[in-house]
Structure formats: structure tokens, C-alpha cells
């Protein structure tokens, strides 16, 4: 754990990855939101520092440690503490050493190479945000990887009670502490479960490949709700990298269940198996299911246990193996729909803030932070804008937050209210990015480039030149900028609007830039405007998904339900989820189908009774099935 004054120097330092982090972790509804900003504001009325003010008010709110995990899983570090990794677990041996109880075997010489250092001081701060233990009925039993914001990677017999094949009458209760110290309570059987071999289970190695066939040891675990938001996780690669004999391996493991440091060691091939592979990290119980990495600290595969094996005589400690080339396909699909959703049913923990009716938003986000995409963002338009309701133009800012809290720290979202008159749009772009925490080169004229002579000219000259800024800086900081232009409260000047025009067209051309736009339905703007993100072919200009608000209907009421039952449950009731439906709107009156926004609070309100008897099923324990194809392990 960080001290008070790191964590108060972190806070100076760092005001754009501070904000981002307490916007990460207020996302369950906990208490009123706050920002450094107020912070800073009410710091200056109490006559203290705003950094101790903070802290101070994190650690009464118990948001302290969750605050640190944010912290350092966005690379940040107190300047005391870089050299160190941040305080993460230190290397067991250093990098490029031989194993010490084997390092005489001349033939066992580690591979050759060398490891960046500042990638791997990088990856230590990280590492410890994303490795967490696996609890089954309240006791340790294992290690886990976060791998998205609410998937854990472990080992498949770290969560099963019983041998292959066996089906038990109920699914264990099993938990997930993470690095922050909260436990979360995760979805049984597990969204994707692989056995281990009968000879594994009783801790003896294949013989061969025939032994483990579609046999992993693999269980990937959802947590209730996505509670590592704040953390980062272990990225997926885009596809499984190779391992084989004599490779370098990074191991992230709880050894006995003790915070342990980051192991390193070697490859060995198993004779005759291609499917597991031997290495020479030394592990103990409570290592298994804990995460291996290569030299790159690209994810590996999975620590499976401990063996004893007999080599010149003398026997010696192994550990195996499972390659993720052998469920990488099984997997990835599971973690990229975790990451970027593209429907989510609910934004916070206390399941008051329903998301209804939004799908084509959140296939819209997901689709845009891509980084090769004609789809640069959405265009959030009412059907009857001179309605003057503007509730779903302000709630597409919480989910976006939301969305692209999931996909970690690599997205900065810059909101522009457009709450008071000025002439002066582009300035205050500019100011609100750098207030992001993002640097960027001064305003000035192109090198020979006369002055536009012109309003239009002189907003497209300056558009193109902070949009060119805009895009450098986050490229250069390895992060997309988002920006939320809100349905402006006043009139809109005519210099805003051209500088607006001008900047979403320069925007939309640069790929590290993305544009929501709520509301303004009367402003034009450049750009294709696409009816769904499948409707944006590969090749051909960029645009943006349109997505039209104003009314609801029984389907999606029925589709937010139906997803907040599985999600809770593991399954859903057509027929009951019908009744609650029709029951509730039965107290309003629809047109063609479609009923009012003004309804929808009430609405909500009504859905909570049922939502609250969808969290008492999930708590039945007795009325959890196992996975017909899971089992249990070594």
C-alpha cells in the first residue's frame, strides 16, 4: 500500500488519471460522485490541501484501497516508488536467471534474450491490479486472472468439488477477492468450463496428448457485476502466442495462499505430450489457476499444479502448464463481448438506473473504438426534438462512461456541456482536453499558410489544426479521445456553430478521435451517417451511427428484463417475465406501440420488486445447476 503522501503526490502529479480513476470507482452507486475538482473547490473553503482532503474522504467512504488499484492500473506511480514497480510484487529471481535448484544442469540454461525493463517495471504495476484469488465456499482455493471487467481466467479444478465426470447436486458458492481487497461473488456453473484429465486429477501428468483431449483445466468465471472496471485486466492477444521447450514464463500465483512475489522461470517439454508443458517456477497449493505470461508478457496459459518428477536420478519439482492456444478460441469471444458489450441491461450496482431501449448505443460504442472503423462515433437524435425533453440526450453520457470503463485506461472522454454562450468553441476544446491530462503543441498558423480571410476559413484552419493536436497527443499517450457534445442548455452562437461544423469534419478523419453528439438535430454535419454499425461497410468515408431517441415499448422492456434475469440468474422465465411486463403497463397508454419517456421513471420504479426477486433466486444456492459440461479437477 501506498502512504498518505504518495497517494497525496500522486494526486498533484497526475490530475487526469485521478479524475479518471474516481470516476472508475463510483460507478456503484455508493454515495454522491466527486471529482478533483471539488476537491480542489471545497479544499479551498476549508483552507487545506486538496490531496489530503481526498484522501481523507476516500478512506471514510472505505474507497482508499480501490482508489490505489485504479491508480496503478493506469501505469500511475508516486515518484518514491518508481524504480520499485510501484510497490508491485517484486520478481522472484531476476529476469534472464536460471532456476536455483537447477541452475548446475548445463542443458537447462534458461533461453537467451532480455527483457525491457520498462515494459516489465510497466507490466508489474499492473500485474498486481489483474491477479485475484478464488475462493470456494469462503476459503481460499486458488489463484485468477482478471482477463475483463468482470471475467476471472483460473484453473477448472480450483472451482470443482468433485473428479471428471462426476455431477454434483449443486454448484459450489465461489468468490473472487480482488486486489483492492473486495469480494465479489461470481455466476455458477462458470461461462465457459474444460475439465482436466482423469490422471490430473489425481496429480499425475498425461502421457500423452489422447489422455487431455478438449481437456483444459480451464474455467473462466463472471463475477456478478463488472467490478474490476477500475483495475485493467490482462489483455487477451490477438491471437495465442507459441510456447515451447526452453521459453521464458512470467507467473502471477497466490503460492499457499500468500501474497507472493512475481516468479520467473523455463519451459520443458513433457515427453510425448504437446498439449501441457513442464516448467521449473516453484509453486506451492493455492498456485493454481494463477496466469502465465511470456517474455513479452503476452498471456501464456495457466498454471495447472505441482509434480514431482524423477530427472538423472534425483527427483525434482515441476509445474505444468496448459497453453492457451487450446481454448484461446473458446475464450476470446467471452472476453471481447466483457470488454465492449453491445447491450448492456443496467449501469450501476443497485439496479436503479436501467438501461431501456439503448442497444443500438451500445453496439455503436463498441463498434467505434475500434481502431480500423469508418464508425467515428453516434449521433443521438430526437424524434421530437421540440418536445424539449432532453433525459435520454444526458443519460447517453453515463452509458458511454460506462461502456468505455470496461475497455480500461486507454480511453479519455472529454464531455462539452455547452451550458453558457461563447464565441469561442475550439478554445474551449482545447482547454477541456488539457484539463484531461493530455498535452498539446501550441495554436498556430500552418508553416506558409496565409490567414484565412474569412470566419469559416479562419474555425476549418483552426479546427484542423487542434483536431491535428488533439490526435498527436493521444497518440502519443496510447489513448482515443471521446468527445460528448451535449444538447447546449442556450442559444448557440453563429461563430460555435461554424467552429462545431468545422471541427466535427476535421475530427472525423483522424483515428484517435471519436464524436458523440446529443441532440443538435438542426446543426449540419459532416460525415456519412450510418443506420446501424453493420450498415458501415469496410472501405468507403467515415460517419456516424445515428441512433433516435423519444418512447419505449414492450420489447425492450421485455429484452432489458430477459438480460437481467440471466445475468443475475443464469436463465430467464418468458412467460413470467411477460406477466410483470404487461402488469406494469397496464397503468399507461401507448400509441402505436410506443409508449412516452416521461413514463419511463415510473417504469423503472415498477421494475424494482421483480429485480429484487431475481436477486433472491440467484442467493438460492440449492437452485444452482452445474454445467452439463463441467466436472471437477485435480
Sequence with gaps: MWTDDELIEVIHDSPAAVDDALRAIQQDGSGPPVDLDAFTAAAGVLGTDPGRLAVDELRRRDLLAAFEAALRAREVRPVTARGAAGGAPEAARAPGARAPAEAEDEDEATAAGRTDVDAFERFLGRARTFRCRVEVEDAFAGSGCLVGPGLVLTAWHVVSPDGPGAAPATAPHVKVVLSDGSAHDVHMPPTYASPCGDAEWKDEAPRSDDEVANRHDVALLALETPAARHLGFAPMPDAAPAVSSRSRVYLLDFPSGEDGKLADGTTWKIRNVTSRLYHDIQTEHGSSGGACFDRGFRLLGLHQGGIRVSRRGREVKRGRLVPLRLFYDDVAPYVAEDIAPTEIWHLDGERTQLVIGRDLFAAAVAAAAEETTRVRG???????????????????????????????????????????????????????????????????????????????????????????????????????????????????????????????????????????????????????????????????????????LGGFTRGDLLDCLTRASEDLTGGSD?????????????????????????????????????????????????????????????
Excluded at 598 to 627: F, K, N, S, T
Design 574 to 634: 418468458p412467460r413470467g417475465i411477460e406477466m410483470v411486463v404487461d402488469m406494469l403497463l397496464g397503468e399507461f397508454r401507448s400509441f402505436n406501440g410506443e409508449y412516452a419517456d416521461a413514463d419511463l421513471p415510473h417504469v423503472v420504479a415498477g421494475l424494482q420488486p421483480y429485480l429484487q426477486y431475481l436477486e433472491r433466486q440467484a442467493r438460492r444456492v440449492g437452485e444452482r445447476e452445474d454445467d452439463p459440461h463441467g466436472g471437477d479437477g485435480p
Design 378 to 548: 453516434i449521433r443521438v437524435k430526437r424524434r421530437r426534438p421540440a418536445d424539449g425533453d432532453e433525459s435520454g440526450l444526458g443519460f447517453s453520457y453515463r452509458i458511454l462512461v460506462e461502456l468505455l470503463l470496461r475497455r480500461g485506461g486507454s480511453q479519455t472522454v472529454v464531455a462539452v456541456p455547452l451550458d453558457e454562450p461563447t464565441s469561442d468553441l475550439l478554445g474551449d476544446l482545447r482547454r477541456r482536453v488539457e484539463a484531461a491530462g493530455l498535452r498539446l503543441r501550441a495554436p498556430g498558423l500552418a508553416d506558409g499558410a496565409p490567414a484565412p480571410d474569412t470566419p469559416a476559413g479562419t474555425a476549418r484552419e483552426q479546427a484542423h489544426l487542434l483536431a491535428a493536436a488533439v490526435d498527436e497527443a493521444a497518440a502519443e499517450a496510447g489513448r482515443t479521445v471521446w468527445f460528448f457534445v451535449d444538447n447546449p442548455s442556450v442559444p448557440l452562437s453563429e461563430a460555435a456553430r461554424i467552429q462545431l461544423e468545422a471541427f466535427v469534419a476535421e475530427a472525423l478523419t483522424l483515428p484517435r478521435i471519436r464524436l458523440v453528439i446529443a441532440g443538435l438535430e438542426t446543426v449540419p454535419l459532416a460525415g456519412l451517417e450510418f443506420s446501424s454499425p453493420a450498415a458501415a461497410d469496410p472501405v468507403g468515408p467515415p460517419g456516424l451511427v445515428v441512433e433516435y
